[in-house]
């Protein structure tokens, strides 16, 4: 009877019922505290934090977010400067900072950005479903995810998903230049000079959508950039090169970015009044 008193006194101090693998991510870590976030569209996001403290670590939980995370939970790196603390994840083979919560003057504002990293939601902290938390089920539900297929699926490298977002963000780039303009500009990605290792190195999408943006701020200064985009422009591609460059080939702009650097707002602007 002592024995079984005993084991069970371990048990509950370590703060869930059963075993860790070996191999998990979090072998060595046990649940400690929680704090649950959310907002008037039900979203929500929970935070477990994990012991021992040097390892900062965390789970982090999605639930109603309207993303591809919903039901997820992802073990996070956690580190803080200047009043925030940001929760780094993997996703997708790449390392994401979908969560951070920042310290605005006594209160705690957790902004939340989907994969694609288009948008920002923020929540609060909800005492009524942090009282209610409890830590060990996140723990046992991060548990049951590592041995699930298509969860381990879902965190290695992913080419063709990151192309697309990547498409998806120059598509929404490409309308609004179009919408500005007047024009039917196409726009193209080179892929074949694009490595894994850059698609997962930097956010493609962001970098290709510079060109567009300056042609956009061009037409809303004049009808004359409207036209000259109209008459002189046909179609917009996007390329990894040894260096950043913009160049204009008979109606086509090759807009060529590396791994460290973009041509910068002000020169693309002086290269299309320039040459349009």
């Not at 049951?144 to 990151?162: A, H, N, P, T």
């Not at 950039?225 to 422009?233: S, T």
Request: glycine share 8%; proline share 2%.
């Amino acid at each position: 009877m002592r024995v079984l008193l005993a084991v069970g006194v371990v048990a509950l101090s370590l703060g869930c019922s059963r075993g860790v693998r070996p191999d998990s991510a979090v072998a060595g870590t046990k649940p400690v505290s929680g704090k649950v976030y959310s907002n008037e569209a039900g979203e929500r996001v929970t935070l477990i934090g994990l012991e021992p403290g040097d390892s900062h670590k965390a789970l982090v939980a999605f639930d109603n977010t309207k993303s591809e995370l919903d039901g997820q939970v992802l073990v996070a790196s956690v580190n803080s400067e200047r009043g925030k603390t940001h929760y780094w994840t993997q996703w997708r083979g790449r390392s994401q900072r979908f969560v951070s919560v920042e310290n605005r003057g006594g209160y705690e504002d957790l902004i939340f950005s989907d994969v694609n990293h288009t948008g920002y939601t923020h929540l609060k902290p909800d005492t009524g479903k942090t009282g209610a938390l409890k830590v060990e089920k996140i723990f046992e539900r991060y548990q049951d995810l590592e041995g699930d297929k298509k969860y381990q699926s879902m965190l290695v490298f992913d080419r063709k998903f990151w192309a697309n977002q990547a498409e998806v963000q120059l598509a929404e780039a490409l309308a609004e230049t179009n919408k500005a303009c007047g024009s039917k500009l196409t726009s193209t990605v080179a892929w074949d000079s694009i490595t894994d290792a850059q698609i997962n190195d930097i956010s493609f999408g962001s970098y290709c959508v510079g060109a567009l943006e300056s042609l956009q701020k061009l037409c809303a200064r004049s009808d004359e950039a409207k036209r000259a985009v109209q008459e002189k422009l046909q179609t917009v591609e996007c390329r990894m090169d040894a260096q950043q460059a913009l160049k204009l080939e008979a109606r086509k702009v090759i807009w060529s970015v590396t791994e460290r650097d973009v041509v910068q707002p002000d020169a693309a602007t002086t290269f299309f009044t320039d040459n349009l």
